[in-house]
């Protein structure tokens, strides 16, 4: 098994955080900005698909590996149920939508967070000097 490295649920943690924020700031844009100006690119599905894309490969890179080391059942449990919601967005629109990626992207940065605390992160061997 190779070993796990801490960078992965970092990138994780931000691409979820993506995905949140996605959500969250588009509705704010729409009453700054408006919806003629703002609207068409709302229609468009690349941002949900680019996000997902990555926000799923890191936890499948990430997660898995950091279950295997702990057993820990939360970061399995967090990790399945984030991708759960987040393709489920992909299927729906609306309220449902951002319930679903909203509820996935918390459990994907709650999982990459546990996964970053519980164990240590690799470090490289000491230099050895020699005098």
């Known amino acids: 098994m190779s070993s796990r490295k801490p960078w992965q ?5 931000m691409f979820s955080g993506l995905c949140l924020g996605h959500c969250l700031l588009t509705p704010a ?8 100006v703002f609207g068409p690119a709302l229609r468009s599905e690349w ?5 997902l894309l990555f926000a799923l490969s890191l ?4 997660l898995p590996k950091a279950w295997q080391q702990t057993r820990r059942p939360m970061i ?3 990790g399945v149920l984030g991708a759960a919601n ?16 909203l509820v996935g992207s918390v459990c994907l940065i709650l999982a990459h967070v546990l996964s ?4 240590p992160a690799q470090q490289e061997p000491a230099a050895v000097v020699r005098s």
């Open 29 to 36: 844009l729409l009453v700054l900005v408006g919806y003629d």
């Open 47 to 51: 941002p949900h698909r680019i996000f």
């Open 116 to 119: 970053m605390h519980t164990i």
């Open 86 to 101: 987040l393709i489920s967005g992909l299927f729906v629109h609306g309220p449902l939508e951002l319930g679903f990626t």
């Open 9 to 13: 649920d970092k990138l994780g943690v």
């Open 76 to 78: 399995a449990v967090l």
């Open 59 to 62: 936890a499948l890179l990430s």
